[in-house]
């Protein structure tokens, strides 16, 4: 009995372990230590890469070329200051070299679209350094266009990684893509075009005020000659016009002060005539000298009026040195004291920014058209 009731107590122990709760595991520790998983980023190699290589080669040759073309446009930050010159450097941006390069740099997109079009992120990024390279190379050559070197690298290189963002290279895809790096072309030629002038706006706005100082005299030369003989007539015609009565000239002469010098100049033998006959005198004399001055006054006007349309205004004109009068400390001073045209030196940089990116527009605008054209037609016919 006693090992059958053992053997009870053991069942009923069994039982209960089974139906206990089971223990849960420890918490592991925590840890310091913060895992950062990166994106892996794909190289591939293989004959299409090698072909794309060929492609980038092109590009780089291209652009070295658009780069050297660029510099005989013979552009200037000082051109849009150059008023004298203004018409001329106006025409630099429809002269041959700068429509050369534009067709350079449309080619230079479309190779960059190309390249990137259909290859790792990673690989798209080649062309801008490579481009960058390039340009900085060429602005040890030619120092004044360092800015707009890198922007057009940056630009390009760009646009192979806005391409290898695309699924297709169509029309409206090259458009698309093309468009985006001309807008960084946009962005970065305005800043570049801010800083530049800022870091030397005493001297841009000397050389202004100093153009506009020399222009001055050119436009007087020009234009004073006709203006002053429309003057001239002016006031001829407004002197024959003008009437001449004794009304007129009796509020010039003052009747009381003529009594006085004439009885001063007549001498002691006037002063024994008696006072009635002295001032009978004086009012004749007085009435005969203003219908004599009345009628001497119009023959003068007409005689004046003639001789004013006869004056040789050119001559005049020329003698006049006006470029001692107006000098670039001149200027300043006056437009120092028009608040208007003082804002207008004060942000003079913002000002030439803006004026850049008008210019920059109107060549995105052409460029974006036949660059888009080209990737197109590469895409398709050329490089397929």
């Known amino acids: 009995m006693a090992s059958e009731d053992r053997k009870a107590v053991r069942k009923d122990d069994r039982d209960a372990a ?3 709760p089971k223990s849960l595991p420890a918490p592991a520790p925590a840890s310091d230590k913060v895992a950062i998983t990166l994106p892996t980023l794909t190289f591939e190699t293989g004959p299409n890469f090698t072909f794309k290589l060929g492609v980038l080669a092109i590009l780089l040759i291209v652009f070295a070329a658009s780069l050297f073309i660029f510099t005989r446009a013979n552009f200037a930050t000082s051109d849009v200051f150059d008023i004298q010159r203004l018409q001329y450097n106006i025409d630099k941006v429809w002269g041959i070299n ?3 390069f534009g067709v350079l740099f449309s080619l230079c997109l479309a190779l960059a679209a190309y390249f990137g079009f259909e290859i790792p992120k990673a690989q798209s990024a080649l062309p801008l350094i490579a481009l960058f390279v390039v340009a900085v190379i060429f602005s040890f050559a030619f120092p004044p266009y360092a800015y707009a070197f890198i922007g057009f690298a940056v630009s390009l290189g760009s646009c192979s990684i806005f391409a290898s963002l695309s699924k297709e290279l169509g029309l409206a895809g090259s458009w698309r893509i093309i468009g985006h790096a001309l807008t960084v072309l946009l962005v970065i030629a305005f800043i570049f075009a801010f800083m530049k002038v800022n870091a030397q706006k005493a001297y841009y706005t000397d050389f202004f005020l100093s153009s506009v100082a020399a222009y001055v005299p ?6 004073a000659p006709a203006a002053a003989s ?3 007539n002016f006031c001829a015609s407004a002197i024959e016009s003008s009437k001449i009565n004794e009304d007129n000239v009796k509020g010039a002469i003052n009747k009381d002060e003529f009594s006085a010098q ?3 100049s007549a001498g002691s033998s006037f002063d024994s005539v008696p006072p009635s006959q002295k001032q009978a005198i004086i009012d004749s004399f007085y009435d005969a000298s203003v219908s004599r001055a009345t009628t001497i006054a119009n023959l003068l006007k007409n005689d004046l009026a ?3 349309r006869k004056v040789n205004t050119a001559q005049y004109a020329a003698s006049a040195n006006l470029t001692s009068v107006i000098t670039p400390l001149m200027l300043k001073t006056q437009f ?5 045209l003082k804002a207008a030196l004060d942000y003079i940089p913002a000002l030439v920014a803006l004026t850049v990116l008008s210019i920059v527009s109107i060549f995105n605008f052409f460029v974006r058209i036949f660059a888009s054209v080209l990737s197109w037609l590469l895409a398709k016919y050329v490089l397929s």
Do not use: G, M, R, Y
């Not at 050119?218 to 234009?223: K, L, Y």
């Open 98 to 100: 700068f429509i050369l």
């Open 218 to 223: 050119d436009v007087s030369a020009s234009v």
């Open 262 to 264: 004439v009885t001063a």
């Open 306 to 308: 003639k001789e004013l």
């Open 230 to 232: 429309s003057a001239l």
């Open 18 to 20: 089974k139906d206990a």
């Open 336 to 340: 120092n004291s028009i608040p208007a």
